[in-house]
């Protein structure tokens, strides 16, 4: 009889855990996670570089802008423009990273790494599936802001020589 109970026992405790399905999912989004915030360091390096070029960007504008080389001076503007998109752009993104629900449980940052976001910790409602939609969301989002800001800077460069 207690071989019965236990048995009964074990099976479901282990019953009563995350199926396989469940953690490859979790560890998917976990993962996705990870890179986002890889990737987000690099955009902002990027932006941070575009920061440095807008003034040369509108000294080099305005120096033009009464000149013969006024189609020049057109592509700085639309470049300084397409700079400050970017900028909105990347605030407008950095707000659903704040909403950004994951599992904090096993979820390192390296040495003095934190979340530079804030959101609470509160757990989410959504499926784990559907969580793991929004980090793939939130991805490709945030691949657009590199891919644009690296455009822009390769555009930029090329109009400073």
Known sequence: ??????????????????????????????????????????????????DQLKPRLAALKDSLASGPDSLRAGQLTATLAAIEGLGSTYSEWEKTLAQLPHDHEGHDHAEGEAHDHAHDHTPTQATPEQVLEVHKEVKANLLKIKENAATALAGAQVLLK
């Open 1 to 50: 009889m207690r071989f019965v109970v236990m048995a009964v026992l074990v099976g479901s405790l282990i019953g009563c855990g995350p199926s396989a399905e469940e953690k490859a999912v979790a560890a998917e989004t976990e993962k996705l996670h990870e890179e986002i915030h890889a990737e987000e360091k690099l955009v902002k390096t990027q932006l941070a570089e575009l």
